[in-house]
């Protein structure tokens, strides 16, 4: 009998982070880095930097569009960002959020929208909210190759229900329930779920139930992973969420640099000779 051939290693730094690569570093033990990304400039930047995934949020509605909220958020306008970003990403998992009202009323509509994500946008995965309620759709999706990763806790798209951007599953009831969301999404095909401003108690349980990865954001450090809106990890505003944190100053830099030119034009010394063509 031929010899019982040993399991592959993974790899710390796989040449291109794929799906799979989620459940083996959550067996690893190695944290899962993800950050949002909306066009090619960040997106090569931030793929450079060995981010594991890149989440083509529909936050670009109120961090780079001027919209109040998620909800104005169109599919036309999601497929256009993912686009920019996977073709920018030679390494990183590229997930597309399914925006508002684009997957809710039916899982032929969730399929629809996601095939557009993956067709046109060339998302390697997408994220929808919602628990129980959204088996129908995740299975369907998980089925016909559609990568899905899941969204518990605060859902930002239902922020009009919660009424306000309030941390979820406080109390035993509502722990219970947030775990058994969790649970059928992992049963109907989901890849990984997203908690988001969950106690970092509740987190810890829901990931130790869990054979796939969480992927926290203000759901405390024992998730399998962390994501964040990269305006806020960058410094870009002058507030950022109770759970972000600001790993350079961005904004400052670039609204300094941004008054440099105006000075230098201003003051005719730039462009300079070395700007300028000769005859």
Known sequence: ???????????????????????????????????????????????????????????????????????????????????AVAGAAARALVVADLPFGSYEASAAQAHATAVRLMKEG???????EG??????????LSTTGIPVVGHLGLTPQSENVFGGMKVQGRGEAAAQKLLADALALEAAGAVAIVLEMVP??????????????????????????????WTDMAGMADWAPKFSRAFGQVGAALSAAAGDY??????????????????
């Open 1 to 83: 009998m031929p010899a019982p051939q040993e399991s592959t290693p993974v790899p710390t730094q796989p040449k291109r982070y794929r799906v799979p690569h989620l459940r083996a570093s959550k067996e690893a033990g190695r944290p899962i880095t993800m950050l949002t990304a909306y066009d090619a400039v960040t997106a090569r930047i931030f793929d450079a930097a060995g981010v594991d995934s890149l989440l083509v949020g529909d936050s670009i509605g109120n961090n780079m569009l001027g919209y109040p909220s998620t909800l104005p958020v169109t599919v036309d306008q999601m497929v256009v960002a993912t686009r």
């Open 131 to 140: 628990g129980q309620h959204m088996v129908e759709q995740v299975r369907l």
């Open 122 to 128: 060339g998302a390697g995965a997408v994220k929808l």
């Open 200 to 229: 970092g108690p509740l987190a810890t349980r829901v990931t130790k139930e869990l054979a796939i990865p969480t992927i926290g954001i203000g759901a405390g450090v024992e998730c399998d992973g962390q994501v964040l809106v």
């Open 262 to 279: 105006v000075g230098a034009v201003r003051e005719r010394i730039f462009p300079g000779p070395e700007h300028t063509f000769d005859e």
